[in-house]
């Protein structure tokens, strides 16, 4: 089978109007990109789409509960999103945090780390 999907490029501020065709589930032509990294995100993009999560989670500050910023260290599968956030609706972490600890590994079972995106002593 054999289809078309269009995609636009977000890896540099040109935005490429990629067309990327697909016979049977399978990269067959890539066409529009200015440049090799966007012929490679349209096709991470259309055969395994990733994401960074961005979220929060509590942290106990002084007996107050409120939120700590937290990303996923790099982006992880598309379809893995909602099982992480499942994952993370939970989680409590305790000061002091530093912008770039783990505060919770292999989200969803991708292998990719949870890190603070913000200190707090």
């Given at each position: 089978?054999?289809?078309?999907?269009?995609?636009?490029?977000?890896?540099?501020?040109?935005?490429?109007?990629?067309?990327?065709?697909?016979?049977?589930?399978k990269?067959?032509?890539?066409?529009?990109?200015?440049?090799?990294r966007?012929?490679?995100?349209?096709?991470?993009?259309?055969?395994?789409?990733?994401?960074v999560?961005?979220?929060?989670?509590?942290?106990?500050?002084?007996?107050?509960?409120?939120?700590?910023?937290?990303?996923?260290?790099?982006?992880?599968p598309?379809?893995?999103?909602?099982?992480?956030?499942?994952?993370?609706?939970?989680?409590?972490?305790?000061?002091?945090?530093?912008?770039?600890?783990?505060?919770?590994k292999?989200?969803?079972?991708?292998?990719?780390?949870?890190?603070?995106?913000?200190?707090?002593?």
């Amino acid at each position: 089978m054999e289809m078309n999907k269009e995609v636009i490029c977000i890896v540099c501020p040109r935005g490429c109007h990629i067309d990327v065709k697909l016979v049977d589930g399978k990269v067959a032509n890539i066409s529009g990109n200015v440049c090799q990294r966007g012929k490679t995100y349209a096709e991470a993009e259309v055969t395994n789409p990733k994401r960074v999560l961005t979220t929060t989670v509590s942290i106990i500050d002084n007996g107050n509960q409120k939120r700590l910023p937290v990303r996923t260290k790099e982006p992880i599968p598309k379809n893995l999103l909602m099982k992480a956030m499942k994952e993370l609706k939970n989680v409590t972490v305790k000061p002091p945090v530093k912008m770039g600890d783990v505060v919770y590994k292999n989200i969803a079972g991708s292998g990719v780390d949870v890190i603070a995106s913000k200190s707090w002593e």
